[in-house]
């Protein structure tokens, strides 16, 4: 076990493989001063048929894009990053679990500048299973409304997934379970529900599926999106609108999307039930159609899963 975790073999790192120990970064890196980095999860999901990534290249995707916004130069194509992960996922004979590639300042510059601090990238994974436990999957959890509230646009990029945008998640998460809950939800500086500390949130109304619109104080997750994706095909409206703080207390269901998260029923908001307290119908039957494309048991008609191939491996230099 690694910090609570379970650790695997081998770490990717700029074009080679190394042991999960030997992958150290020295004191003096512009990340570990600054925040300098961005990153993805990825789920790989147990499936018939081996090992199955899930949306790997719309993860890949968006990494460069934060890249970008970062002016972080990243010289790799989605599908070379993407044949990167297959093969990091491979090499550690891991059916299922989670995927972090990271790019972050290395030792370089000891000002904010990090022109002369060069880019390191790594992929890593490692078993992990349901984040906010599998009672809270089943049942659904707690949460609470967070004092600390999420940036105002133009100020850190909600759009880009950066290591130093997660130091206000962490507030809200210590917060939270300092406060008995399972997780928070922040609001954005205007009063509105902006996100979890990690997930996007939704909420059910009349029938109506509703999640805060991308206002530049939340990430567009990929899981909400896959998410509006099949409510919108199986027939569930949906509404990407403002969400006043009262309207958690006052809807029908909630749960919270994300890579770690998934599909995770919320039962109650500020010790207010949501709804009867309960798992709703219609939270059930996404998180149902979401696992079972995600596992398999689902024709997956959107090509959102990529099956690790078990032949040789792919050059990762």
């Given at each position: 076990m690694a910090g609570g975790f379970e650790k695997t073999d081998w770490i990717w790192r700029d074009g080679e493989f190394l042991r999960w120990e030997d992958a150290t970064i020295h004191v003096m890196s512009h990340?570990?001063?600054?925040?300098s980095s961005i990153f993805e999860g990825i789920r790989c999901y147990a499936t018939?048929?081996?090992?199955?990534?899930?949306?790997?290249?719309?993860?890949?995707?968006?990494?460069?894009?934060?890249?970008?916004?970062?002016?972080?130069?990243i010289d790799y194509s989605v599908e070379e990053l993407s044949l990167i992960v297959e093969e990091t996922v491979r090499r550690n004979n891991l059916p299922e679990g989670y995927i972090r590639p990271l790019a972050m300042r290395g030792y370089g510059s000891p000002g904010l500048n990090p022109a002369t601090?060069?880019?390191?990238?790594?992929?890593?994974?490692?078993?992990?299973?349901?984040?906010l436990g599998d009672e809270g999957m089943q049942k659904g959890v707690d949460a609470g409304v967070s004092s600390w509230q999420r940036m105002e646009p133009n100020t850190f990029p909600a759009l880009a997934k950066a290591g130093g945008n997660y130091l206000n998640a962490g507030l809200?998460?210590?917060?939270?379970?300092?406060?008995?809950?399972a997780e928070a939800i922040a609001l954005g500086p205007g009063g509105l529900v902006s996100e979890g500390s990690g997930q996007n949130v939704f909420l059910v109304r009349?029938?109506?599926?509703?999640?805060?619109a991308l206002d530049g104080t939340l990430l567009p997750g990929l899981t909400r999106?896959?998410?509006?994706?099949?409510a919108k095909d199986i027939g569930i409206p949906v509404s990407e609108q403002p969400v006043p703080r009262e309207m958690l207390y006052t809807c029908d269901e909630a749960f919270f999307t994300g890579t770690a998260a998934e599909v995770t029923p919320i039962r109650s908001v500020d010790r207010i039930p949501v709804g009867t307290g309960t798992v709703g119908p219609i939270t059930r039957t996404l998180q149902?159609?979401?696992?079972?494309?995600?596992?398999g048991q689902i024709?997956?008609?959107?090509?959102?899963c990529r099956v690790v191939r078990t032949g040789g491996a792919v050059p990762v230099g």
């Open positions: 990340v570990a001063h600054y925040g018939p048929n081996g090992a199955a990534i899930f949306r790997l290249e719309d993860h890949m995707k968006r990494f460069l894009d934060s890249g970008k916004v970062y002016r972080m130069e601090s060069p880019l390191h990238l790594y992929v890593i994974c490692w078993p992990w299973g349901a984040y809200m998460r210590m917060e939270a379970v300092a406060n008995g809950f009349d029938g109506l599926l509703i999640t805060p999106d896959s998410i509006i994706t099949l149902s159609r979401f696992l079972g494309i995600a596992r024709p997956d008609s959107y090509g959102w």
